[in-house]
């Protein structure tokens, strides 16, 4: 065998071996990402800015999208190349010290290749050779010598404190769109309003390009020039997108920042925009389950309200009583009911959209004291709910009871995607026992409490609609608890078919 031949067979050899390791390592790190989402890492933990509040708010605004599976690093100095490169896109909401050699070359070696990297606000500035230490809004302390990419990176920055300082006092403006066709803004109004800090006298990097600004008013302590928003560049195959809005979470809670921020980290992850318009702030477009929440009848702790309050894939609404709830066809509207009512009276009326309603194919969850509902509408405890807290003593039907402040230890009956992987658990609740129970109901929960029946959750044999009954929720000490509140997340989800 010829050396040259020799040579291209090693060379082959080295490739495959490369490629194959590059497989394993993606196989490897597989189980810990979300399939087919974008892997974000946020670069946080110091800041002038209230980091302690912003990165949790923009991590479950990417969370909430769909898009994302979004990670937090807090201690960022030593980060390398290896630790980074799991991610598509890194969000830089950190301003402090310098990260060191290393993680800066990993990088920049990393958007070099082609990742993105966005940055927002003030963590445009730290590491630009500017004052880093501030009271806020001035410089007041030492400079550090600048990172020499970080300004490409970020597109846009300061070469000294303007004259006028960073930013006037915040105030509502109109941020205008310049570069309509770019996907980060494509469909978008021609301009947006928000409630922010106005950033000013920006220099633009000459590789980037502007796609949006605002005019910085001179009677509002600006420039009476139109000052960079949002800026996009390239670096080597990388993507950066900068937005210069974002001060802290009621300027983040705009929609014209949710908009922007959450494509434009989709954009410098992928090069490419499929998060609407409105992406952030409208669940339009997004198919959330609609949900109806019915109470009344009983005094309940407003915990309650939590359980539902920024679940995701849903938008609910309420209403106080079972008369306003079903006074109306609710079948265009609404794809889930979930009670947590005592009503016993509903009138004829009411009674003909509920029925119309579970009989149409749409969703039930039925929450602790609802258990009780209607006790003298058979057709209702027997064949819909498939189970019944029984207020009076009947013939043939024993009263329930109930016992306050228990423990119960709660073990899954079955696998179903309304247990998921949520495994054992354990509430401080309100126990029901005696509670009847239709024959053919599928045991979700059971729990070995003797205050307690042991079947404490099912699913009902009701065929015409997903029907679940879920005796825990008394008060907060289960509404606040992670495991109840996926519970009934859960089963919300299931009974609108969109768990399987």
């Not at 997340?489 to 009974?495: K, Y």
Request: proline share 7%; with cysteine.
């Amino acid at each position: 065998m010829n050396r040259a031949l020799l040579a291209v067979r090693i060379s082959f050899a080295f490739a495959v071996f490369a490629h194959l390791s590059t497989v394993a390592e993606d196989d490897t790190l597989a189980p810990f990402y979300q399939p087919n989402k974008i892997r974000a890492l946020i670069l946080s933990g110091r800041n002038n800015h209230d980091w302690r509040t912003t990165t949790p708010f923009l991590k479950q605004l990417m969370l909430d999208s769909g898009r994302f599976d979004v990670r937090v690093a807090e201690a960022t100095d030593g980060l390398t190349e290896q630790t980074l490169a799991p991610y598509d896109v890194m969000i830089m909401d950190y301003g402090g010290p310098r990260w060191g050699e290393v993680t800066e070359k990993a990088i920049e070696s990393l958007v070099r290749a082609g990742k993105g990297f966005v940055t927002i606000h003030g963590a445009s500035y730290h590491f630009s050779g500017l004052d880093v230490i501030t009271d806020g809004h001035r410089p007041v302390g030492r400079k550090e010598p600048a990172w020499p990419a970080f300004r490409r990176l970020v597109g846009c920055g300061w070469d000294a404190m303007p004259a006028k300082g960073y930013h006037g006092p915040r105030h509502t403006f109109a941020v205008k769109i310049t570069q309509p066709d770019h996907p980060i803004v494509q469909g978008m109004p021609d301009s947006f309003p928000a409630t922010d800090e106005l950033y000013h006298g920006m220099a633009v990097t000459p590789e980037a390009t502007v796609i949006a600004t605002a005019f910085s008013a001179s009677e509002r302590g600006g420039t009476g020039n139109p000052e960079p928003m949002l800026v996009v560049s390239e670096f080597g195959k990388g993507r950066c997108f900068y937005t210069a809005l974002g001060h802290e979470t009621p300027a983040m809670w705009e929609p014209g920042f949710r908009s922007t921020f959450l494509r434009g980290v989709e954009w410098a992850a992928t090069g490419k925009v499929t998060l609407p318009p409105d992406a952030g702030w409208s669940t339009q477009g997004n198919d959330p389950v609609r949900v109806l929440v019915v109470t009344g009848g009983h005094d309940y702790d407003p915990s309650f309200y939590t359980v539902f309050e920024g679940a995701p894939g849903i938008r609910w609404r309420h209403t106080g009583s079972n008369q306003e709830a079903f006074r109306s066809d609710l079948r265009a509207s609404v794809d889930v009911l979930v009670l947590f009512d005592l009503s016993q009276d509903l009138d004829a009326t009411g009674r003909r959209h509920l029925q119309t309603f579970v009989e149409s194919g749409k969703g039930l969850v039925v929450l602790h004291h609802a258990l009780a509902d209607y006790s003298s509408w058979e057709w209702w405890w027997k064949e819909v709910v498939g189970g019944r807290y029984v207020l009076k003593e009947e013939p043939g039907f024993p009263a329930s009871t109930y016992q306050h402040d228990q423990w119960l230890e709660i073990t899954p009956a079955v696998a179903h995607p309304v247990v998921g992987d949520l495994g054992p658990m354990r509430f401080l609740d309100e126990t029901y026992r005696q509670v009847w129970h239709a024959p053919g109901i599928q045991p979700l929960l059971k729990t070995s409490n003797p205050t307690s029946d042991e079947v404490i959750a099912w699913i009902s044999p009701w065929k015409k609609s997903r029907v679940v009954a879920l005796q825990p929720g008394h008060d907060q000490q289960s509404h606040r608890h992670p495991a109840y509140r996926r519970l009934v997340l859960n089963a919300i989800l299931w009974s609108a078919g969109k768990r399987h």
